[in-house]
Each structure stands twice: as structure tokens, then as C-alpha cells.
């Protein structure tokens, strides 16, 4: 049976049963080195997940792991604009997602019927893209940028030039105020990151005097404001790690503490609280990859991230400008 028609297009993910006598774990592993297969994770992915990949990093690094590889497939445990962009820079391999369900609160905000619009409205901006947008989006942009990267690339265009940033409010705020640049702004948000309560997290940092408090961009000025460091996931790990032992309370999405604590057990690490009663603040898009469908994805090496080819180069060109202007970006 052709690997495809496993992957019901309703579902988005292979629906087969899994033997609950199998080692997962070492059929994963297996099944990558059989299939000359790379598995590439984001931090929020769920720790087994972490633990089997072959690289785990922030969207930057996924994007330039994905750039390099010399592997035939490459399986994205991360949600579906990262493979896509994975996909963007390797038309010639195949993509993997676990599950095509996992997409991002925040680029759905962006649709891009509206985004073209949205575009038309402000014709003389140089649209800079957080690369949490779909394809269609980066296709009508004029450079991507991640969270490690966006300042360090609007820093380098021209003072004057006026730029349009999409589709992160939050982000698009830090970085008015980081790089003094007046930017016009696309009015989305991410669900995880924007339900960090600033009241919750003065309360625990009262309880925890001495600790830092790192945040993620995507957090609402409320909460960055109190932050010692704010950065991408990769840039928050390496400044835990770097900056410990020590308390440090986390805003962003939990998957990360789980390479922070491999790093420095001597850390202690504490999750901000979100505004909801339930203090977990788990992306429930990233968290519908699990090992059974990992597995399932590797074995049927289905569903497979395709797009338009028009599209694909449309938006490969802004990609390659944020490779080239983030070079020196960790
Ligand atoms: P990073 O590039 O910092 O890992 O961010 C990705 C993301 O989706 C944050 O919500
Ligand atoms: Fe998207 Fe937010 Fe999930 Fe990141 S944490 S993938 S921005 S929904």
C-alpha cells in the first residue's frame, strides 16, 4: 500500500495500532537509521521526544539543521510551519510532521488573503515576517525573522526604511522598544505565551526573591517588563545554563525545562504561572505529536509536507534573506 493512503487527509496522521509490546524507543531509532532519516525537535516537544531527536533547538536552528542535513527524510517534531519551512529549504526531500493538526495559534492570525491586504494598506513598508506564519504569508514577505533573530535584522536596514512586522503583537512591541524603530503591526497573538499572568508571576517571584526571570518575546509587556532576560527558547536555555546554579522562573512554553534541567541540575527551575487556574502551559499544537505517532510517521513516512511549487519559491527567497542576516545569530 502506498505510504499516502495510510495518512487519512481528515485525520492529518497515520491511524494504525501500535503493538504495546513494542520498544518505541529503539524502533525510532531503528527506523531513522534504516530510512537515512534525521529527527529534528523543537523544546516543546514532550521530553521523549527531545530525547530522541537528533537535534533539538529554537526555529533558527531547526531551520539551519534542516538547511544542512545530508538526510533523505527529515521527520519535524515541531508543529506544521516549521516542517513547512524545513520543506521550503529541502524541495527535494521529504518532510515529515507527526500529526499536520499541529499547527500555531499565532500564524493562524495571519491569514494570507488578509495579510496581502494588510500589505496593500502600507505599500513602501519592508514586511519583515516572524517565521511563525504559514507559506502563503512568508510568500508575500520580504525578509523572515525568529525571536533570536528579528532585532539583529532590523538593525541592519536603513533607519528610515519603514517596516511592517507580522504577525506577533507582542514580539512586534519588544522590538519597537528594543531597536527604536516606529513599526506598523499585524494584530495577532500567541495563546500560550499571552495567558502569562504579571500578577501570578510578581507573587512567585516574591516567594523566590533571588531568581531571575526569563521570558520569552512572544510574553505581553506586562510580563517582560519584569524580565532579567528575554530571548528564544535556545538563547533562554544557554542563559540558564551559562548564568547557574541559580532559581530561575521561566516564561515560556514547559517543554523547555526539560534540556534546562540536563544542563544544570544544580538550577532550580520554575514554570510561570499562567492566568487560568490550571498552571500548565503546555502548546496544545506542539503536544499533538507523541511517540506513537513519531513512530507511525517514520514507518509509513507519512503525512508528508507538500505545497505549491510557486509558493515554495515565492517564499524561499525571504528565508534565504533571514539566513544570510542572521549569520553570527546563536
Ligand atoms: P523559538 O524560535 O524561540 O523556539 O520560538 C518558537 C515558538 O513557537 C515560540 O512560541
Ligand atoms: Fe505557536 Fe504559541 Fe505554540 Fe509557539 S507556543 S507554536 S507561537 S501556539
Known sequence: MPASTLANPALGFVDAPVDSGLDLYAEIE??????????????????????????????????????????????????HFMAETAKILNPEKTVLLPDLNAGCSLADTCPPDKFEAFCEQHPDHTVITYVNSSAAVKALSDIICTSSSAAHIIEQLPEDEPILFAPDRNLGAYLIRE???DMVLWDGVCIVHETFSERKLLRRSAEH?????????????????HADFVGSTSQIRRYARDNGPATFIVATEEGILH??????????????????????????????????????????????????????????????????MSAGIK
Open 259 to 324: 534540556q534546562m534541567e540536563k544542563d544544570n541540575p544544580g538550577n532550580t527551575l520554575i514554570p510561570a504561572p499562567p492566568e487560568s487556574g490550571c498552571n500548565c502551559s503546555q502548546c496544545p499544537h506542539m503536544r499533538l505529536n507523541t511517540i506513537e505517532k513519531l513512530y507511525l510517521c517514520l514507518e509509513h513516512e507519512a503525512p508528508e509536507i507538500t505545497m505549491e511549487e510557486s509558493v515554495r519559491q515565492q517564499a524561499l527567497v525571504p528565508i534565504q534573506r533571514m539566513m544570510e
Open 30 to 79: 531503528r527506523l531513522k537509521s534504516a530510512k537515512n532519516a534525521i529527527l529534528l525537535a523543537h523544546y516543546y516537544q514532550e521530553s521523549a521526544i527531545q530525547d530522541l531527536a537528533d537535534f533539538v533547538g529554537d526555529s533558527l536552528g531547526l531551520a539551519r539543521e534542516a538547511a544542512n542535513t545530508d538526510a533523505e527524510i527529515i521527520v519535524f517534531a515541531g508543529v
Open 179 to 181: 531597536t527604536g524603530r
Open 209 to 225: 526573591p533571588d531568581a531571575e526571570i526569563l521570558a520569552h518575546p512572544e510574553c505581553r509587556d506586562a510580563v517582560l517588563q
